[in-house]
T-cell receptor, first 115, second 110 residues
Framework: DSGVTQTPKHLITATGQRVTLRCSPR?????VYWYQQSLDQGLQFLIQYYNGEERAKGNILERFSAQQFPDLHSELNLSSLELGDSALYFC??????????????FGEGSRLTVL | SQQGEEDPQALSIQEGENATMNCSYKTSINNLQWYRQNSGRGLVHLILIRSNEREKHSGRLRVTLDTSKKSSSLLITASRAADTASYFC??????????FGTGTSLTVIP
């Protein structure tokens, strides 16, 4: 158990809909990262937060948004969903920032299926 | 894109053999890490090598790093069926972002 919790584990929805994925980082970790993994693909970096503030954006679509709350949990909002958004969405956390953020601890992912 | 690449994409070996996978990346890094992913599960950290290190060992794992060539390799010795998984390299840049390679799918045949 990595200590990172993601909900829901599975989600099936229709095109055009909006969903929210939730992540609780490991206790004490201040950095949260979101990744998208499509079938047989590597992990695409979406966005990073540190202690409530956005640190970096990767290949995140404008239809997607995220935030990290004061209690450090994070939510990824996906709207106007398209078939191509079907993927595994991973949240990961690490201790912090600076010279090294440390290793990433991954949740088990939220599998999104858009029909 | 800052994403790296692993080579080979897929590798199939007999139990007891060694498995070597390579990773190439594009930018300056703080460190390079290797992760393992069982099918459909979350990734698990295996080993970290810093940019000023050239080689590191952990159990049956050996990692090398050549920053001049922007490449790394992961060697798993005496492989076991339980090592069957996908392996990803990840580079941490100076902004503390982590970029993952495309992964190597390893199958160890009992």
């Amino acid at each position: 158990d990595s200590g990172v919790t993601q909900t829901p584990k599975h989600l099936i929805t229709a095109t055009g809909q909006r969903v929210t994925l939730r992540c609780s980082p490991r206790s004490g970790d201040l950095s949260v990262y979101w990744y998208q993994q499509s079938l047989d693909q590597g992990l695409q970096f979406l966005i990073q937060y540190y202690n409530g503030e956005e640190r970096a954006k990767g290949n995140i679509l404008e239809r997607f948004s995220a935030q990290q709350f004061p209690d450090l949990h994070s939510e990824l909002n996906l709207s106007s969903l398209e078939l191509g958004d079907s993927a595994l969405y991973f949240c990961a956390s690490s201790v912090g920032q600076g010279l090294e953020a440390g290793e990433l601890f991954f949740g088990e992912g939220s599998r999104l299926t858009v029909l | 894109s800052q994403q790296g690449e692993e080579d080979p994409q897929a590798l199939s070996i007999q139990e007891g053999e060694n498995a070597t996978m390579n990773c190439s990346y594009k930018t300056s890094i703080n460190n390079l890490q290797w992760y393992r992913q069982n099918s459909g599960r979350g990734l698990v950290h295996l080993i970290l090598i810093r940019s000023n290190e050239r080689e590191k060992h952990s159990g049956r794992l050996r990692v090398t790093l050549d920053t001049s060539k922007k490449s790394s390799s992961l060697l798993i010795t005496a492989s076991r069926a339980a090592d069957t998984a996908s392996y990803f390299c990840a580079t941490e840049n100076t902004g503390n972002q982590f970029y993952f390679g495309t992964g190597t799918s390893l199958t160890v045949i009992p």
